[in-house]
């Protein structure tokens, strides 16, 4: 596909559950973006990869979340021993420009995370 | 990054125009605007985005006051897909990774 791909689309855990959310970025871009939504409220940062090197994880709410992006390409998102703050949706972008050399962001659809 | 002030609702008629305000006071000069919106239960969607002059696409056109200090995004001609959250960003680099999205704007086109 020509977009942002994410998986699952919606996932429910229950509290304590560790949760892995995976994002297939546009093919060659070079940054790749982070995102916590909650219901009723705009995006927000959490982290920032240019190709495999983490860049800015100043937006993670807790040493619970992680992320990684290992060969530049496809990124994981893990949440451990998730709790009921964390239901939310998680938006994954890219772009094909570095932070600074800018370029328009494209995002996927999102994983629906709801944790019980 | 400087934060933006929105109305946190409009409504519009089909077919008519809809302008959408935001607020950037503390914008700096080597800030842009860009402006994305959100359809229900999608990812945001890029619309446009200008630094100082007004600009145009094939979905809006965005008009940037003098002092920067203020922008409108102009639909020409809204139809009942365009029923979105748009949000007004402003970033100190040509893309909005890092900026503060905000609540947006709940745009409801009515037929």
């Known amino acids: 596909g020509a977009g942002v791909s994410q998986s699952p689309r919606y996932k429910v855990a229950k509290r304590g559950q560790d949760v892995a959310l995976r994002c297939d970025p546009i093919?060659?871009?070079?940054?790749l973006f982070w995102y916590q939504q909650a219901l009723g409220q705009g995006p927000e940062f959490l982290t920032y990869f240019q190709n495999e090197a983490q860049l800015d994880k100043s937006g993670l709410p807790s040493d619970r979340f992680f992320a990684e992006r290992p060969e530049g390409s496809v990124s994981t998102l893990k949440i451990q021993r998730t709790q009921q703050e964390d239901s939310a949706v998680y938006l994954c972008?890219?772009?094909?420009?570095?932070?600074?050399?800018?370029?328009?962001?494209?995002f996927g659809e999102g994983s629906w995370l709801t944790v019980v | 990054d400087a934060k933006t002030t929105q109305p946190p609702s409009m409504d519009c008629a089909e077919g008519r125009a809809a302008n959408l305000p935001c607020n950037h006071s503390?914008?700096?000069?080597?800030?842009?605007v860009y402006w994305y919106r959100q359809i229900h239960s999608q990812g945001p969607q890029y619309i446009i985005h200008g630094l100082k002059n007004n600009e145009t696409n094939e979905m809006a056109s965005l008009i940037i006051t003098e002092d920067r200090k203020s922008s409108t995004l102009i639909l020409p001609h809204a139809t009942l897909r365009d029923t979105a959250v748009y949000y007004c960003i402003v970033s100190n680099n040509t893309n909005a990774g890092k900026s503060t999205f905000g609540d947006g704007t709940t745009l409801t086109v009515k037929p």
């Open positions: 972008a890219s772009s094909l420009g570095t932070y600074r050399s800018g370029n328009t962001i494209y």
């Open positions: 093919s060659g871009h070079v940054s």
């Open positions: 503390t914008i700096s000069g080597n800030e842009y």
